[in-house]
């Protein structure tokens, strides 16, 4: 199998960050969460996206 070095230093660095907060994602969260506070960087929320509508053929079925 073929690993990925950044990926590896990713999913280190994820377990490492989980194992510091007793892995508990409550506390990963409000940790995440509070550094992004801390950070001064202006957050961005986005409108969601709504799916796009697929038309069919007068008379069609849909597929199974």
């Known amino acids: 199998m073929w690993?990925?070095?950044?990926v590896d230093d990713v999913r280190r660095?994820?377990?490492a960050n989980a194992a510091?907060?007793?892995n508990d994602l409550r506390r990963i969260f409000s940790d995440l969460k509070k550094k992004q506070d801390e950070?001064?960087?202006?957050?961005v929320t986005l409108?969601?996206?709504p799916p796009p509508?697929?038309?069919?053929?007068?008379?069609?079925k849909p597929r199974p």
Do not use: F, L, W, Y
């Open 53 to 60: 509508v697929i038309k069919r053929a007068a008379g069609s």
């Open 3 to 6: 690993n990925d070095e950044v």
């Open 20 to 22: 510091a907060h007793g």
């Open 47 to 49: 409108a969601p996206v």
């Open 13 to 15: 660095a994820r377990q």
């Open 39 to 43: 950070s001064g960087r202006t957050v």
